[in-house]
């Protein structure tokens, strides 16, 4: 069963900086659109950066500028740079397919942004 890991998060203050990666069983991130979903505390998960196979990356309007999403087909890897953090930014990430189709969402990585 294809498992997707995430890793990275942790307690910044705001401006901060955190680089969250993500790895999976066998070649799913290399042959697929990859996305970083983030789900802050009483709301619905939502799409933060996806990235094509050939490393096209979009962005939700709250993070433009400040998260770089990347991936490295050597390593089988998609990682998401996070910058000037804010406490709005306090969530639990997720990397999954793009869109998120086909498997069972990871434990996901807590990021909590506060001083």
């Known amino acids: 069963q294809v498992q997707l890991v995430e890793s990275g998060g942790g307690l910044v203050p705001p401006g901060g900086s955190l680089r969250l990666s993500c790895a999976a069983s066998?070649?799913?991130?290399?042959?697929?659109?990859m996305g970083w979903y983030r789900q802050i505390s009483g709301k619905e998960r939502e799409l933060v950066a996806s990235?094509?196979?050939?490393?096209?990356?979009t962005y939700a309007d709250s993070v433009k500028g400040r998260f770089t999403i990347s991936r490295d087909h050597v390593s089988g890897t998609v990682d998401l740079q996070m910058n000037s953090l804010q406490p709005e930014d306090t969530a639990v990430y997720y990397c999954?397919?793009?869109?998120?189709?086909?498997?069972?969402w990871g434990q996901g990585t807590q990021v909590t942004v506060s001083s």
């Open positions: 999954h397919l793009f869109p998120p189709v086909g498997y069972t």
């Open positions: 066998g070649s799913i991130i290399r042959d697929n659109a």
């Open positions: 990235i094509t196979r050939g490393g096209t990356s």
